[in-house]
Every structure is written in C-alpha cells, then in structure tokens.
C-alpha cells in the first residue's frame, strides 16, 4: 500500500473500516480544505518510511456517518487504526515526525 491521492468515491460503513486488518490510516477532510492541503506534503513524507500501512481517505461533511461515528470536528483527522481499533489521532497535523511516529504504533 501507500499514501492514497484522491478522496474514496464511495465512503465505507463503519463496519467495514471495524473490519479492517492490519494497519491502517483513516484520513478526514474535503478536497477544498485549506488545512487538508497542507497537510498533503507531510503525510506524504511520513509514508515514505511506511509503505505498508493501508491508507482510506475519505471526503467529510455534515451528515456524513463514518465522520460522525469518529467524531470528527475538524479538518485533516487522522485516526490511526490497528485492526480496526483506534489507536491515535491526530488533529491538524504540522509535522510529518508526528505522523510517522502515530504511524508507528499501529504497526504490528
């Protein structure tokens, strides 16, 4: 796996994403969000060191379930998943060194 690019065109239920194995990185925000372009370059950086952690990104908005069932407030969150439990979050992200290091412990 590696960084994804692009927002999922279909978001996933919950369960899907309580299903999911292994590490993984469920990002948060909207494709017109100023904070979540900024935050593009680092979590870039920080999967340059972690090529394998599966990565969901996902469009939120109001209404929005999966956002909601994650209790997202603001843009970029960044929840990072081991088999499907939360394992940290991070808010607004400003160093690709607390991505990389969020990363880090959802890995086996």
Known sequence: MSM???FAATEPTRD???ALPGA???E???PWCGYCMRAQPLIEEAFGGYPAIHHVKVEDGSGRPLGRSF?????PTLVFLRDGREV???VRPESAKDIAAAMRRILP
């Open 4 to 6: 994804t690019r692009s």
């Open 28 to 30: 948060f925000g909207a």
């Open 24 to 26: 993984t990185l469920l």
């Open 71 to 75: 209790r997202v407030k603001l843009w």
């Open 16 to 18: 899907e994403i309580d």
């Open 88 to 90: 940290a979050r991070l």
